[in-house]
Each structure stands twice: as structure tokens, then as C-alpha cells.
């Protein structure tokens, strides 16, 4: 199979084992999605999901992050991890958005990755979820299952995003990116993937040599 080939096969079987992706942070808000990503930063989605309603109960607006001073915004996210930094970022992202974007969200990855602290699987994921347009989140988990399943040889996060989007289907590629998540938490894990229960062990190149070796 072509490269081109195992993509499609691997968006068909990870739809139908995982018909209901969606992004795991909890959020009403462009603001909330892009603050909730921004803390989940070697943290985990739980984790965040339980710190950001009290966060955002006391921060409603962009207007209120912006004015907020950073230390009490570390106090609600220090469970989080990297608090100060974080707390220095959301304040700063939001004092942009205000003064560069008229208070709104940016819907592109060029504007996006001009906040502090945005990159570009953050800005990905906004322009997917947001404002759904076609999207390639790299994260561990793409990383890992992509580079298992044969696409690439990449390591550097950019690369892999351009030559994933070669691959995938425009309109296909935001809801892969996360049910990948989920088969990875799930089956595919970085120590011991389950090969031999994966649903795409009859295509994947490094499930198939696993099997055939009878591991």
C-alpha cells in the first residue's frame, strides 16, 4: 500500500472504532479552547478540565484576563504545571487579542501563532475545532501512531504537520487527529501497543511486522 493509501484506511477503521472525537478539554469560548490548551501543556486533559471552571467563572471575558494580574491566575492553575509561565502567557495572549485582533479569536495559523505561548498544534487545533477548518494537531500521539503506521520518518513537528496534510483528506483531518488521541491512550500507547487488538493491524507497516514476528 502507498502512503496515500494506508492514510485513507486509517481514517476509515479509526471512524468507525471511534465515531464520536471530539477534542477532550471542556470549553464555550474560543477564548476558554485556547487557554484550556495552552494549560494542557505537559498536563493532562483531566487535569485541566478540573481547573479551568473555576478559572473561568472568575475570568468571564478577554477584557478580564487582560487586566488580571498574573499571579492570581497562577493561583488557579498551579495544579497544572509551568503555572508561571502559563499565568504570564494567558495574560499576555489575551492583552493581544485585544489590541491586535479587535478581541477576537484569530481563525488562521499565521495570527495565531503570534500569541505568546501559541504554537502551532495549539493554533491547529483552534482552526480545526473553532472554526473548522481542515487541521493537522501534532501531538504526542500523531507523532507516535503516524510515524508507526508508516507516513513518515519525521521527528520534527511542522514537517510531520505538512506531509500529514498531503496525505489526509482536508475535510477528515481534524477528527482524526482526535481519535488518534483516543486509540493511543487506548491501544497504541508509546510502551506496549496492543497490535494484536489494533484496528488497523492488517495495513499498519509496524503492526504487521509485529504480528508476522508473533510478538
Not at 467563572?57 to 493561583?75: I, Y
Not at 495574560?91 to 485585544?98: A, C, R
Not at 481563525?107 to 493554533?123: F, S
Amino acid at each position: 500500500m502507498t502512503k496515500k493509501q494506508i492514510a485513507i484506511a486509517a481514517v476509515e477503521a479509526l471512524k468507525e472504532e471511534y465515531p464520536d472525537a471530539k477534542c477532550s478539554l471542556t470549553y464555550t469560548t474560543p477564548l476558554q479552547l485556547l487557554i484550556a490548551t495552552r494549560l494542557s501543556a505537559q498536563c493532562t486533559d483531566a487535569r485541566v478540565n478540573m481547573v479551568t471552571p473555576a478559572l473561568f467563572e472568575r475570568f468571564k471575558t478577554t477584557q478580564d484576563f487582560a487586566e488580571a494580574d498574573c499571579d492570581e491566575v497562577a493561583e488557579y492553575i498551579k495544579s497544572c504545571g509551568l503555572f508561571k509561565t502559563k499565568s504570564k502567557d494567558i495574560v499576555e495572549m489575551s492583552k493581544k487579542i485585544l489590541s491586535d485582533f479587535g478581541g477576537e479569536v484569530p481563525d488562521t495559523i499565521e495570527k495565531l501563532t503570534t500569541l505568546p505561548g501559541v504554537g502551532r498544534k495549539t493554533a491547529n487545533l483552534i482552526c480545526g475545532d473553532v472554526f473548522g477548518k481542515p487541521a493537522v494537531v501534532v501531538d504526542t500521539h500523531c507523532i507516535r501512531i503516524t510515524t508507526r503506521l508508516g507516513l513518515h520518518k519525521l521527528t520534527d513537528q511542522k514537517k510531520i504537520e505538512m506531509e500529514l496534510k498531503k496525505l489526509l483528506p482536508p475535510e477528515e483531518s481534524n477528527d482524526f487527529c482526535h481519535r488518534l488521541v483516543l486509540h493511543g491512550r487506548a491501544v497504541c500507547s508509546a510502551r506496549s501497543p496492543k497490535c494484536e487488538s489494533c484496528c488497523m493491524n492488517g495495513f499498519c507497516r509496524t503492526g504487521v511486522k509485529e504480528l508476522k514476528n508473533g510478538n
